[in-house]
């Protein structure tokens, strides 16, 4: 078979290196577990060749932490701008209730002096 062709090829003892399947679902699905798990794999004169990935490789790349930067600073201030304008309309409010209380402070100083000057 094929496979004692490839055994011969590439010595057995060699660390890394396992057989290829002669099936491709079987191939890519080793080729899949292998990315899963962190490891990089590739087929190599019909021998599978699994290694560690470094760690550079490991990660974000700068673009994707500059679009998430970007995303953050959007979101907080969307997050600032709901604050400010909530806290605006507790200062208006605030304002409105204030200038209510002087109002009627005034009618009745108004109200007093019109009881008392008859």
Known sequence: MN????????PVGRQGFA???ECSVCRSALLNSAQRVGKAAEYENGWLKVRKTSALA???????????????????????????????????????????????FVMGQIAKTLRTSS
């Not at 496979?3 to 590439?10: I, R, T």
């Open 58 to 104: 490991k990660g974000f790349t700068l673009i994707e932490m500059m679009i998430a930067i970007f995303i953050f600073s959007l979101m907080m201030i969307a997050v600032t701008e709901i604050f400010s304008s909530s806290f605006g309309g507790y200062g208006n409010a605030r304002n409105i209730q204030k200038d209510l209380e002087d109002a009627q």
């Open 3 to 10: 496979l004692e062709k490839n055994k011969k090829a590439m």
């Open 19 to 21: 057989p290829a399947p």
